[in-house]
């Protein structure tokens, strides 16, 4: 569950503001509600992935464990930032350490020496690859899939290679979904109408998080009870809406910048995956708030200073979790040279909820609105919540700013120009 | 060597206001070089690192790559960021599953989360320890350090376990000091009028570089020649201090946010070094430019749309890597399905400078001013070089606006409420 709490907003935003945007927020709810437009499929995406779709995912998770040392992800953006985030939030940054089956992202950039350390590290393992791409026209990921196509294919025969490729992709169109059925590849569905940035609780993220051992049913049930629950207009019993009000109010008083920042390292790649799902959305016609993430207390050493005495262009939003399973206790020193005895019998995890007290108070003492979102556990259950809570949050707040939140009309420019200056034929 | 170009910068820049930061730029020139404060140790600190110091460093780093699976290094903000930066552009993000010993990195978060795993994962490993703290007060420090060094004690007695301490410290005072007097610890040098986000080229950065089997020599080869390169006062013929230059203009024109940008993911810590080091250097009495970092190709399709539509608050600048030794082709696919064959005969680097080309001709006709750095290559002579040009462009920039870029006052009001919190005793 996500709790938020506003203790730390009282300073810069008052009751009225809250009421004042009562108006929008019914707006957004309703525009987001209504059937005008696509890429909403995500919102009863929980409840609509079908029992075969998931059964489909958790047998073929079982076959890449028991044939595979590793299993390659190959996608860019939404097609791997949710799978990798979750997979981080439920083992940890190193989760590779401690798994069976290591999961390496690749065809997330244009680097060579990405692929070829990759290589090399496959050279003697068995390998697995699920391709992931709406379109299968995307360049980072047709480029890394040619080429560890081509690499299975030396390592184990074209044939046997077939049985060592999932294609994660549109059901009926698109290069991948063509490229699948002429050659056999099993397939699974990214829905038409989840665009990429929404579409974690797919096969997208399901998929290689079911590799990494996680229960995808708890992922779907947290996921199914945000969905149940945020729907209230009433502000005040909505956390999801809530946050997307604050932060409007917050970025109409002139903070452009959001932090999200959580104490907890293993929540990084979920931190980033919210920029992409933020920022795609919002950023847009000259607006938006420009999504950033940090880690504390790490983060406090290196950034802590501009946020408490820098530009104050910003406002935070902070992930903490409640229950600290490790119980890791400060150990007795005799000799006590570094003078941390008063903290024995302390746990780690305490010091660290204390570090969130002192840092909320000392930064809303320097005029830096705190946002605190608290969730119970780094699970399944939270982590399908968590996800949802942001989805929907994000949704309502691109309405509420007066922007599309599910198209993301920017990100052709570049390709345009790269397509131009590679000089890619004209029907492609 | 470190390259700037201004060729996306003309729509944005004039000889006019460049020439109007000329003033600007000696009085910081004289100021940096003059005596009259602390902290500016680090500038000639690539010609002033004792021979027998970096004897020491390689010493040691050969007995603890002989010795060990396993070092931890044991270090927080400054302390941490330039070894972990340096080793990954060295080497890549996975660098651990390519060296004899692995380097994790500790004691730079409260999370017991991050602590458990590294205990569970060292058990049957060969471990040792490099401590890294100028005072040995730091908090998150010293509490991993008595939990790895209990860790250590168990494993290989109290006697044996000293052999596998090493405290980088300052030379004379501080709890860490005093404990490796009294444990007899081997100890390595922070210089005094070094502070923490400068102090990379000391043992901070070179002993876990060592370890990674890093040419030490050769960075401060590449450190000395940018030290002897970036004295002139000619903008035009001082990269370094023009960099520092352009962002100020940038900022005066109301750019609140810099996002460093690199091609290459190995730099991605590089990137986090540098937001500490402009951000703590600059973020003061409510000014300074806001530190963000992104990595191409992978963020484009997260913040691309974002830079391309969203709230103009922002520049770039963006390092590009020119030689890639990696030369991985595109292969060639009889069937074509994914309608790749346009791209066969070219390298994967190749399409990353297209990629680079095409995004900032794209983002720059958005209104986006990029500034581009462009280096030689990923080795040790340009981590040096690349170094000590962000370090001297950033204590310029710092000086240019009006700050003192060597102290932060800042980052001391969490850690008094955290201290209160605690019941730590007051004479601490």
Redesign the interface.
């Known amino acids: 569950m996500v709790k938020l709490s506003t203790r730390y907003l009282e300073k810069f935003i008052t009751e009225k503001d809250i009421n004042s945007f009562q108006k929008k927020l019914t707006t957004a709810h309703f525009e987001l509600h209504s059937n005008d437009i696509g890429g909403k499929g995500w919102l009863n995406l929980p409840a609509n992935i079908s029992s075969e779709e998931l059964l489909k995912i958790k047998s073929a998770a079982q076959r890449i464990n028991s044939s595979s040392d590793v299993l390659i992800v190959i996608g ?3 097609s791997y ?1 949710g799978a990798r985030a979750g997979i981080e939030f439920l083992r ?1 940054l ?1 989760y590779n ?2 798994l069976k089956t290591k999961i ?1 992202f690749i065809g ?10 990759l290589l090399k ?1 496959c050279e003697s393992k068995d390998v697995s690859i699920n391709v992931v791409s709406k379109s ?5 990921c ?2 890394a ?3 560890f196509r ?1 690499f299975l294919e030396k390592k184990y025969g074209k044939e046997k290679s077939r049985e060592r490729i999932y294609c994660t992709t549109d059901p009926t169109k698109g ?2 979904k ?2 699948a059925c ?1 050659e056999g590849y099993e397939t699974f569905e990214i829905p038409p109408d989840v665009g ?2 929404y579409s974690v609780l797919s096969a997208v993220g399901l998929l290689p998080l079911s590799v990494a051992g996680a229960d995808v049913n708890e992922i779907l049930h947290g996921a199914s009870d945000a969905m149940n629950t945020f729907n209230s207009l009433e502000i005040s019993k909505n956390d999801c809406y809530k946050y997307s009000v604050l932060r409007n109010i917050l970025y109409s008083k002139g903070k ?2 959001e932090i999200l920042a959580s ?4 929540l990084k790649y979920l931190l ?1 995956w919210w ?2 799902l933020f ?2 959305s ?11 993430s940090l ?4 983060d ?15 406002f935070e939003t902070i992930i903490t979790v409640l229950n ?1 399973p ?3 206790l ?2 007795h ?1 005799s ?1 006590n ?4 005895n ?2 024995v019998g ?4 305490y ?2 909820s ?2 969130f ?3 909320a ?3 809303t ?2 005029e830096v609105p705190n946002i605190h979102l608290q969730i119970d556990d ?1 699970n399944e259950y939270e982590l399908g919540y968590l996800i949802y809570f942001f989805q929907k949050s994000c949704a309502i707040s691109g309405y509420m700013l007066g922007v599309n939140p599910f198209d ?4 052709e ?6 397509f ?6 004209e029907d ?1």
Chains 1, 2 share one sequence.
Not at 136 to 140: K, Q, V
Not at 295 to 298: L, N
Not at 300 to 314: A, K, Y
Not at 420 to 425: F, H, I, M, V
């Open positions: 860019i953006g939404g930032l940890s190193n350490y401690f390496f997330n950039s244009l680097s060579s020496a990405d692929i070829f350390e590290f299968g026209g995307t360049i980072e047709a480029v899939f040619r080429i081509r290069l991948l063509k490229m002429e990429g940035r452009a910048v104490y907890e390292s293993r980033e920029k992409q920022g795609e919002e950023g847009k016609c000259k607006k938006g708030i420009f999504p950033s880690v504390f207390t790490s406090l050493h290196s950034m802590g200073q501009f946020m408490q005495d820098g530009n104050p262009i910003f600290d490790y119980k890791i400060v150990p020193d000799l040279v570094d003078k941390l008063y903290l302390k746990t780690v995890g010091i660290n204390q570090a007290l002192a840092t108070d000392a930064h003492y320097a780094t993301q009309p920017g990100v420019a570049y390709k345009r120009n790269m131009k200056l590679l000089g890619r034929p492609t």
